[in-house]
């Protein structure tokens, strides 16, 4: 009888644990998606807010998001990815509630790594506009344009750095979820 008890105890001790890093692991990914939001939604809206008219040599020239269909993209990627970040935090608080299923996490796992990649285009095309000129030649500069608009970039700049910690968040959550659904029994 004895010894039926010390195996009882074993048993809870060794039970708890994966109880207490579920939690932790719920935590760490509701934490991360809301930090995910908050950069998704900051980049979105500097990005919506970005522009800037100057006189050039007399010319009145303005700079927008909305000329470039790079910049277009960049902030339709990050209004989505923003949107993604809401349905995954309210999927994640949902089933952390219910017992861990490996097959959850699998599918946790094609979310984020879909939003990921989303954002990682959209960075990629901002970030390819600045680099590259009209006819395939590189700039020292970020944009040809900045010496003139230097406040447009600057926020262009600040969206694009935001947008690249989402896609940072989104590789460490889908990290999570591909350990997580490794455990799936087939």
């Known amino acids: 009888m004895e010894n039926f008890g010390a195996k009882n105890r074993q048993n809870q001790n060794t039970q708890n644990p994966p109880m207490k890093s579920d939690k932790c692991l719920l935590s760490t990914q509701i934490l991360l998606r809301i930090l995910a939001i908050a950069f998704t939604l900051a980049a979105t809206s500097m990005i919506l807010t970005s522009k800037q008219a100057v006189t050039v040599f007399g010319i009145e020239m303005d700079a927008r998001y909305s000329y470039s269909s790079a910049f277009k993209f960049f902030a339709i990627a990050n209004m989505i990815g923003c949107a993604f970040s809401v349905l995954s935090l309210i ?96």
């Open 91 to 186: 999927l994640a608080s949902v089933l952390g509630h219910k017992t861990p299923d490996p097959k959850n996490y699998f599918y946790m796992f094609i979310h984020d790594l879909i939003t990921m990649a989303l954002l990682l285009a959209g960075c990629a095309a901002a970030t390819a506009v600045g680099y590259v000129g009209k006819y395939g030649e590189s700039h020292s500069g970020w944009m040809p344009i900045c010496d003139h608009v230097d406040k447009f970039c600057r926020k262009v700049s600040h969206s694009i750095m935001l947008s690249y910690v989402a896609m940072i968040l989104y590789l460490c959550l889908t990290i999570i979820s591909a350990n997580q659904s490794r455990k799936i029994i087939v």
